[in-house]
């Protein structure tokens, strides 16, 4: 089992950056694809970036290109999402997800991803 533990939401302008956070703990002794999910209320859960387990591949969908970027420190067992020149249509709840399975590529289906963090708010005025 492994927890993930999100921070670094808050209230930005437009036009405004934050860095997310998600520390994962617990069995942290084997590689997983991490993920940044976002979800408005009443909406589903959307696929924002991800990064495979060893690393070598990213994926963004297509309305945060240029803008987020996800990175990961394994030493310190920590995924971050920079996200630069934020929009109001990108106010959500963010979550952090940690994959298992060891694939090439990176997964955008929630039910791939066995590990879930509580979600950090982000809101973007305009």
């Known amino acids: 089992q492994v927890q993930l533990a999100e921070s670094g939401g808050g209230l930005v302008q437009a036009g405004g950056s934050l860095r997310l956070s998600c520390a994962a703990s617990g069995r942290t002794d084997r590689p997983y694809a991490m993920a940044w999910f976002r979800q408005d209320p009443g909406k589903e859960r959307e696929f924002v970036a991800g990064i495979t387990w060893s690393s070598t591949s990213t994926l963004y969908v297509e309305s945060v290109k240029g803008r987020f970027t996800i990175s990961r420190d394994s030493a310190e067992n920590t995924v971050f999402l920079q996200m630069n020149n934020l929009k109001p249509e990108d106010t959500a709840v963010y979550y952090c997800?940690?994959?298992?399975?060891?694939?090439?590529?990176?997964?955008?289906?929630?039910?791939?991803?066995?590990?879930w963090g509580q979600g950090t708010q982000v809101t973007v005025s305009s």
């Open positions: 997800a940690a994959d298992p399975a060891l694939y090439s590529r990176v997964v955008v289906t929630t039910d791939s991803y066995d590990y």
